[in-house]
C-alpha cells in the first residue's frame, strides 16, 4: 500500500486540493494518507475534509490523523510538506517592521526581507524533518510546496543530506493555461517550455501547430493598453520572454519598480496584497470546519497540481511531463552547476528525470543570478552559523537594496531578527555590529 504523509495537513485547503487530485486516481484511492500536524483543531478538521473527499470520490484510503511527526512519516513513500512556520503572525511581522522601515512589499515569501526571514525560521524545521525522513522512511520522496521554495530546497539539499527532494509550485502552469486563454488557444492544444527559477522562471517558447504564439500576445498587448499596466507584461516587453509568476510576485525581485510609487500607481502593484491572502486563507479555514461541523458537504475539485501527478506516475509508471524545482547540476548551463532551477521534468515508475535546457538569454540569467546571491546568502547564514550573511542578503536583495541605505537595512535586520528571534536557530539570534 502507498503511504502519503502530509506534513502541516492543518493547511486544509491546500490539503483538500491535493487529496481530491490524489485521489481521482484509480492506482490511489486505496493508498495510506497520513495527516500530520500540530494545531490538534486543524489536523481534525484537515481529517474530517480527507474523508469527505474520499467518499466524494468513490475511495477507500486508510486515514490516519498524527500529531507525532515521524509516526505519520514511517514507512511514507511520498512526504508532501505544505509547513508554514509562524503562521500569519509572523507573517504580519514581515509586513509591519520593514513598512515602518519604508520598505514596501506585496508577498513576501520568496525574496526581500519577507522572503529572508520566512525561510530563516523555516530552515530548523526543515532540518528536523530532514532527520526523521532519513530514520524512518530514508527511500521517500520529499515534495516541497513551502515558500521560499529555492531556499528551502537548497537548505534540505545542505544540511540534511536528502537527495530525493523535489520543490513543486503551480505556477508555470497556471501562467501558460492563463496566457493560453488571452490569445484564444486551448490549453492542451499549446506547446511551452520553460526555465529559471521558482516564482522567476521564463516562458522560452509558446506556440501553436507552429504557430509562435507570442506574436499573438505582442498583437494583444499592442491593442489593449490596460494590459500594459500589469508589472510582468512591462517585464515581458523589456526582456522579451514572460515570467511565470503573478505581477505581484514579480515586482518584488527587482529593483524597478516598489522603490517608486508612480510605478506602484502606473503598473497597480497591489502592496501588502499577502496579508489580505492571510486573512481569507483564515476565513475558508473557518468556513470549512463549520461546513463539516453542519454535516453540509464541500466543493471537491481538482486543482492540478504537481505533486498528485508525480507520485501517481512513480506509483504507476505512466510517464508524464511535470515542472519541478532540482539541482542545477547543467541543467541550466549558465547558471550556478550547485543552485536550484525550475525545469520540466520527465517522471515515471523510475523517478523524477530533470530535463537539460541549455543556456538561458542572457538578460534572464542576470536577472536569475541578481535572486540566487539573496537565496546563497540566506542559506550560507544559516549553514555556516554567521549571522552576517542575514544582513549580506537583504544588501544584494534588489528591492530592498533600492529602497535603503546600508544602515537602514542592517538596523531593519536587527528588528526582524529580534521580532522572530524565537524561531530562528541560536546561532542567528541578536543584533550585529557592522
Known amino acids: 500500500?502507498?503511504?502519503?504523509?502530509?506534513?502541516?495537513?492543518?493547511?486544509?485547503?491546500?490539503?483538500?486540493?491535493?487529496?481530491?487530485?490524489?485521489?481521482?486516481?484509480?492506482?490511489?484511492?486505496?493508498?495510506?494518507?497520513?495527516?500530520?500536524?500540530i494545531d490538534r483543531e486543524r489536523l481534525e478538521t484537515a481529517e474530517a475534509a480527507a474523508r469527505f473527499i474520499a467518499e466524494a470520490r468513490g475511495a477507500a484510503p486508510k486515514i490516519t490523523a498524527h500529531t507525532d511527526r515521524r509516526t505519520a512519516l514511517e514507512g511514507a513513500d511520498f512526504v508532501i510538506n505544505?509547513?508554514?512556520?509562524?503562521?500569519?503572525?509572523?507573517?504580519?511581522?514581515?509586513?509591519?517592521?520593514?513598512?515602518?522601515?519604508?520598505?514596501?512589499?506585496?508577498?513576501?515569501?520568496?525574496?526581500?526581507?519577507?522572503?529572508?526571514?520566512?525561510?530563516?525560521?523555516?530552515?530548523?524545521?526543515?532540518?528536523?524533518?530532514?532527520?526523521?525522513?532519513?530514520?524512518v522512511c530514508p527511500e521517500a520522496?520529499?515534495?516541497?510546496?513551502?515558500?521560499?521554495?529555492?531556499?528551502?530546497?537548497?537548505?534540505?539539499?545542505?544540511?540534511?543530506?536528502?537527495?530525493?527532494?523535489?520543490?513543486?509550485?503551480?505556477?508555470?502552469?497556471?501562467?501558460?493555461?492563463?496566457?493560453?486563454?488571452?490569445?484564444?488557444?486551448?490549453?492542451?492544444?499549446?506547446?511551452?517550455?520553460?526555465?529559471?527559477?521558482?516564482?522567476?522562471?521564463?516562458?522560452?517558447?509558446?506556440?501553436?501547430?507552429?504557430?509562435?504564439?507570442?506574436?499573438?500576445?505582442?498583437?494583444?498587448?499592442?491593442?489593449?493598453?490596460?494590459?500594459?499596466?500589469?508589472?510582468?507584461?512591462?517585464?515581458?516587453?523589456?526582456?522579451?520572454?514572460?515570467?511565470?509568476?503573478?505581477?505581484?510576485?514579480?515586482?518584488?525581485?527587482?529593483?524597478?519598480y516598489l522603490h517608486h510609487g508612480s510605478e506602484v500607481e502606473r503598473l497597480r502593484i497591489p502592496v501588502g496584497e499577502y496579508l489580505g491572502t492571510v486573512a481569507d486563507n483564515v476565513a475558508v479555514y473557518d468556513t470549512t470546519r463549520r461546513l463539516l461541523?453542519?454535516?453540509?458537504?464541500?466543493?471537491v475539485q481538482?486543482?492540478?497540481?504537481?505533486?498528485?501527478?508525480?507520485?501517481?506516475?512513480?506509483?504507476?509508471?505512466?510517464?508524464?511531463?511535470?515542472?519541478?524545482?532540482?539541482?542545477?547540476?547543467?541543467?541550466?548551463t549558465n547558471l550556478p552547476s550547485d543552485c536550484i532551477v525550475e525545469v520540466p521534468c520527465l517522471v515515471d515508475g523510475s523517478g523524477v528525470h530533470p530535463q537539460p535546457m541549455g543556456a538561458l538569454p542572457p538578460q534572464l540569467a542576470a536577472l536569475n543570478r541578481a535572486y540566487l546571491n539573496v537565496t546563497g546568502l540566506v542559506v550560507s547564514a544559516a549553514v555556516d552559523n554567521d549571522p552576517r550573511h542575514i544582513r549580506h542578503a537583504a544588501m544584494v536583495d534588489p528591492a530592498t537594496a533600492a529602497t535603503l541605505t546600508v544602515d537602514q537595512i542592517w538596523a531593519l535586520c536587527d528588528e526582524m531578527v529580534q521580532a522572530h528571534s524565537g524561531l530562528l536557530q541560536p546561532s542567528l539570534r541578536g543584533a550585529v555590529v557592522p
Open 1 to 37: 500500500m502507498t503511504k502519503i504523509a502530509f506534513v502541516g495537513a492543518g493547511s486544509v485547503e491546500f490539503t483538500q486540493g491535493l487529496l481530491a487530485d490524489l485521489l481521482a486516481f484509480p492506482e490511489l484511492q486505496q493508498a495510506h494518507v497520513a495527516l500530520h500536524d
Open 82 to 135: 505544505t509547513v508554514q512556520i509562524g503562521m500569519g503572525a509572523a507573517t504580519e511581522i514581515d509586513f509591519d517592521i520593514p513598512a515602518r522601515h519604508g520598505l514596501r512589499q506585496t508577498i513576501g515569501d520568496t525574496l526581500g526581507i519577507g522572503g529572508i526571514f520566512r525561510g530563516l525560521r523555516t530552515f530548523p524545521f526543515l532540518k528536523a524533518l530532514g532527520a526523521d525522513i532519513a530514520e
Open 141 to 256: 520522496w520529499l515534495l516541497n510546496y513551502t515558500n521560499p521554495m529555492v531556499m528551502n530546497v537548497q537548505y534540505l539539499r545542505e544540511a540534511t543530506g536528502l537527495t530525493r527532494v523535489v520543490g513543486v509550485c503551480h505556477s508555470v502552469y497556471w501562467t501558460v493555461r492563463g496566457l493560453a486563454e488571452l490569445v484564444d488557444v486551448p490549453f492542451e492544444e499549446v506547446s511551452y517550455r520553460a526555465a529559471g527559477m521558482n516564482h522567476q522562471a521564463w516562458v522560452l517558447e509558446f506556440t501553436h501547430a507552429g504557430e509562435n504564439l507570442y506574436d499573438r500576445l505582442d498583437a494583444l498587448i499592442e491593442k489593449e493598453p490596460e494590459l500594459r499596466r500589469r508589472v510582468r507584461v512591462d517585464m515581458y516587453r523589456r526582456l522579451g520572454y514572460y515570467p511565470t509568476e503573478t505581477s505581484e510576485h514579480s515586482s518584488e525581485y527587482v529593483p524597478w
Open 293 to 299: 461541523a453542519e454535516g453540509k458537504p464541500l466543493e
Open 302 to 332: 481538482s486543482t492540478m497540481e504537481y505533486a498528485p501527478q508525480i507520485i501517481h506516475s512513480i506509483v504507476s509508471g505512466t510517464p508524464r511531463t511535470v515542472y519541478g524545482n532540482v539541482p542545477n547540476h547543467g541543467l541550466i
